[in-house]
């Protein structure tokens, strides 16, 4: 699962039993503890937060796929 859909699920689903319910990949809770170590996301009192560098490379990705898709129409 790339990073950007799964930050996007994170912001979306900060509880890891929504995630789980709503995403159910079995590959979903190790990519976390990827992007924990990486420091993007943090988990407090049993949520997953997305941390400012996650935001920013969130809105990054949206940038550079808006920048794509304008580039392909064009």
């Known amino acids: 699962m ?3 859909v799964l930050l996007r699920l ?3 689903y900060p509880h890891p039993a929504a995630l789980a319910r709503n995403a159910g ?3 979903l809770f190790p990519a976390i503890r990827r992007l ?3 420091g993007l ?3 407090r009192r049993g949520l997953y937060l997305v941390t400012a560098s996650g935001r ?3 809105s990054l990705d ?3 796929a808006r920048c794509v898709a304008r580039a ?3």
Do not use: D, H, I, Y
């Open 25 to 27: 990949s079995p590959t």
């Open 2 to 4: 790339p990073e950007a």
């Open 36 to 38: 924990e170590r990486a």
């Open 62 to 64: 949206r940038a550079l």
């Open 72 to 74: 392909l129409s064009g």
């Open 10 to 12: 994170l912001c979306r």
């Open 41 to 43: 996301v943090t988990r």
């Open 56 to 58: 920013r490379q969130l």
